[in-house]
């Protein structure tokens, strides 16, 4: 059974950090690309930054420089390192892995206060 736990979120205020995990298990971690996406309310669902197995990453304009994604095979675990929070940030984060199928873990609040 493939399951994705993410942990890590909370309320932070403007300008601080959160970092972000997501566990994988049951499934073949290493070989995957995983997402980090992001949703808040009345708002559609927006990817935030991916990396792909080989290591390669992409970030959504509105995070780049601010927030780093990476991962950690032996872990079977993908971070998201947010910096520089800003309020409209908050959101539930998920991660998202790409395989034969797909899977998404169950999110994470992130709160940011001005």
């Known amino acids: 059974q493939v399951q994705l736990v993410e942990s890590g979120g909370g309320l932070v205020q403007a300008g601080g950090s959160l970092r972000l995990s997501c566990a994988a298990s049951g499934v073949s971690f290493s070989n995957a690309d995983i997402g980090w996406y992001r949703q808040a309310p009345g708002k559609q669902r927006e990817l935030v930054a991916g990396i792909s197995s080989g290591g390669s990453t992409n970030y959504a304009d509105f995070v780049k420089g601010r927030f780093t994604i990476s991962r950690d095979n032996r872990k079977n675990t993908v971070y998201l390192q947010m910096n520089s929070l800003k309020p409209e940030d908050t959101a539930v984060y998920y991660c998202?892995?790409?395989?034969?199928?797909?899977?998404w873990g169950q999110g994470t609040q992130v709160t940011v206060s001005s």
């Open positions: 998202k892995l790409f395989g034969r199928k797909d899977y």
